[in-house]
T-cell receptor
Framework: AQSVTQLDSQVPVFEEAPVELRCNYS??????LFWYVQYPNQGLQLLLK??????LVKGINGFEAEFNKSQTSFHLRKPSVHISDTAEYFC??????????FGSGTRLSIRP | NAGVTQTPKFQVLKTGQSMTLQCAQD?????MSWYRQDPGMGLRLIHY?????ITDQGEVPNGYNVSRSTTEDFPLRLLSAAPSQTSVYFC?????WGQGGNQPQHFGDGTRLSIL
């Protein structure tokens, strides 16, 4: 069975500092990987996705993620965060013919 | 460009009452699903549908019913509300599942449901 683990429930960072949100998954087959962002009182929006090809994926709002098959990870990074990045971030995985599984979420808080 | 529309946005029920959460999408998406979001637990799949007339259970289906009579609509019914069903409910859609799930989900803004 597949699973997704987001290692940090909360990540506080200062504005303009870099940030990394960690995501690890387990699956015995090849997977598709997604990062979603949820702003307060809203639904989830797609940040980026990895389907195949280049392991470095660029998304919206300056975020990027790197797929590491050997470490079964898909960490999300941004070199310089802004107050507007305050949100909850969800990693999700789906394998062929399987349902999508979401991680428990990481709450990113930006300090001025 | 409405996307996925959920109604109502907020609802308070008493234990034992029934109600229907509405979900409609205008993107002609085949795949629709319902999730519940609880603190520290991420999103858990309740029911999903791969097309009109076809539904299936997700991870936490007990206490909920769904139907899919049209491509656009996918209502979620609570048969007899219980306090454990207090949660935020999200409906989502995607173009299809035929390619093995590589299509991103489009989410509504959620329904915040409290059961007293």
């Amino acid at each position: 069975a597949q699973s997704v683990t987001q290692l940090d429930s909360q990540v506080p960072v200062f504005e303009e500092a870099p940030v990394e949100l960690r995501c690890n998954y387990s699956s015995s087959v090849s997977v598709y990987l997604f990062w979603y962002v949820q702003y307060p009182n809203q639904g989830l929006q797609l940040l980026l996705k990895y389907l195949s090809g280049s392991t470095l994926v660029k998304g919206i709002n300056g975020f990027e993620a790197e797929f590491n098959k050997s470490q079964t990870s898909f960490h999300l990074r941004k070199p310089s965060v802004h107050i507007s990045d305050t949100a909850e971030y969800f990693c999700a995985v789906v394998s062929s013919a399987s349902k999508i599984i979401f991680g428990s979420g990481t709450r990113l808080s930006i300090r001025p | 460009n409405a996307g996925v529309t959920q109604t109502p946005k907020f609802q308070v029920l008493k234990t034992g009452q029934s109600m229907t959460l509405q979900c409609a999408q205008d993107m002609n998406h085949e795949y629709m699903s319902w999730y519940r979001q609880d603190p520290g637990m991420g999103l858990r799949l309740i029911h999903y549908s791969v097309g009109a007339g076809i539904t299936d259970q997700g991870e936490v289906p007990n206490g909920y019913n769904v139907s899919r009579s049209t491509t656009e609509d996918f209502p979620l019914r609570l048969l007899s509300a219980a306090p454990s069903q207090t949660s935020v409910y999200f409906c989502a859609s995607s173009p299809g599942w035929g390619q093995g799930g590589n299509q991103p989900q489009h989410f509504g803004d959620g329904t915040r449901l409290s059961i007293l």
